[in-house]
């Protein structure tokens, strides 16, 4: 089998849906020999923010020469992102040899009758096994979808539960209301394991709190641990804090958004509590440089300067509004050209509210997925609220317009969905390996 093939093999699952529920991972992972139980799991789950405080933790532990795996999700550019250990990206071969074991178990499942697992399922045993083979000290794991029915929820005994947010997304599958999207994602919390949340909404607070009492589980309210910001730039921030009376000094970080700075908090939280109760080993000043080196690709992502070209998968209410913010803080006085793409089952009406604040300049498209908005219902909804708008169905040929008419601008912001950024992304990549080419050429 090789690459290609692994992924398409696993990408014939994508028929199944995405079901929630833990009956067929169970009889998946117990016919793999169940490589999760032997993994020292950091459980992360959440509505924004997961994917940054997962990068917080695997960047702080591979700095103190742990063998650390990490399991995220979506991919922007290559597959082979959702699964990285020890600073590297999961090899061609390797995400071959342990798809091709984990379906030979899918097939034994399939041959008996029983129902079969999901796409996100088979990815998720593919990185137990991994990670298992390579006997990882620790494994930072992201929830796919929610929590309580998430396959990633297979795992019995974390050593920590995190909860980084709560709000609107994913509501046909988690729930209309705070409260009950909550529940979903507190379906994490086990037994005794101790849960650290930075949850603002108090109505979701209360419902993780409650979960926590009944589970004898330890709750660590990540807001309530203050910290101060003495330098902040488009390079990053350097704050203080105390964390269970550790004093943390001269904290350094490359991600922009003042919720940057309570994803830090919540992985040194998650840290500092692990290493209080003696179940990691840390040395300040390698803590300091994984924290400082941890980059989340797609995440206010400034690819080039003068002017700025930045990526940002901004792609629900929250998301759109923490970019509005950061936008504000830092680039206020700049002309802005937004380049957009969502998809349709996003609540874009409260994306566009958050998205005019920050510039009356777009162009609209259409990122590369069956469930992509068209770029009419976006154009008919801007220019109603008054905004200079030029319609480009290929994302492309967006970007290209865009390029042909950047000097006019100090800002080009491309956001609305993951997938448009992973896109452009790419795009731009290879538009930077061609111009190195030329010049090296001349």
């Known amino acids: ?73 979506p991919f922007l550019e290559v597959f082979n992102e959702r699964i990285e250990y020890n600073g590297a990206l999961i090899s061609d071969e390797e995400l071959e040899q342990c798809t091709d074991h984990v379906l030979q178990k899918v097939q034994l499942m399939l041959e008996q009758g029983m129902d079969s697992p999901t796409e996100f399922e088979i990815v998720t045993a593919v990185a137990f096994v991994y990670f298992k083979k390579l006997q990882a000290d620790y494994v930072v794991l992201e929830v796919g979808l929610g929590g309580i029915g998430d396959s990633t929820n297979i795992v019995e005994n974390p050593l920590a539960c995190v909860i980084t947010s709560i709000s ?39 419902v993780i709190a409650r979960k926590a009492y009944e589970t004898n589980a330890v709750l ?60 990691i080993k840390v040395e300040r000043s390698r803590l300091y440089a994984g924290l400082k080196r941890a980059i989340q690709i797609g995440r206010f992502e400034v690819m080039e300067k003068n002017p700025y070209i930045i990526l940002d998968g901004a792609h629900n209410e929250d998301g759109a509004k923490a970019l509005a913010e950061t936008v504000k803080s830092f680039l206020s006085d700049k002309k802005i050209l937004m380049v957009i793409g969502m998809l349709e089952d996003k609540d874009y009406n409260k994306i566009l509210d958050q998205f005019t604040q920050v510039t009356d300049c777009f162009v609209v498209t259409e990122p590369n997925n069956p469930r992509k908005l068209k770029t009419e219902i976006l154009y008919k909804l801007l220019t109603e609220r008054g905004q200079n708008c030029t319609v480009i169905e290929d994302p492309a040929e967006a970007y290209q317009y ?39 050429v001349l």
């Open 168 to 206: 609107y997304d994913h509501m046909d599958r988690l729930g209309d209301t705070i409260e009950k999207i909550a529940a979903e994602k507190a379906g994490i919390i086990k037994q005794g394991v101790p849960v650290i949340m930075n949850v603002t909404r108090r109505e979701a607070a209360k």
């Open 402 to 440: 865009a390029e042909s008419i950047k000097e006019q601008y100090e800002v080009v912001l491309y956001a609305g969905s993951l997938y448009l950024v992973g896109q452009i992304r790419r795009i731009l990549r290879d538009d930077g390996r061609k111009r190195i080419e030329s010049s090296t």
């Open 1 to 73: 089998m090789n690459h290609e093939t692994a992924i398409n093999k696993i990408k014939t699952f994508e028929r199944f849906g995405s079901r929630l529920g833990l009956e067929r991972m169970r009889i998946l992972m117990e016919l793999l020999g169940n490589p999760q139980k032997d993994l020292n799991v950091i459980h992360v789950a959440g509505t924004n923010g997961k994917g940054s405080v997962c990068r917080y933790l695997y960047e702080a532990l591979s700095a103190n020469d742990y063998k650390v795996g990490l399991y995220t999700s």
């Open 220 to 279: 660590v309210d990540a807001t309530k641990i203050k910290y101060k910001v003495f330098e902040q730039s488009m390079e990053g921030y350097t704050l203080d804090t105390r964390i269970f009376g550790t004093e943390y000094t001269d904290v350094q970080i490359r991600m922009i958004g003042e919720h940057q700075l309570s994803n830090v908090m919540t992985a040194l939280i998650t840290l500092e509590l692990l290493r209080k109760q003696q179940k």
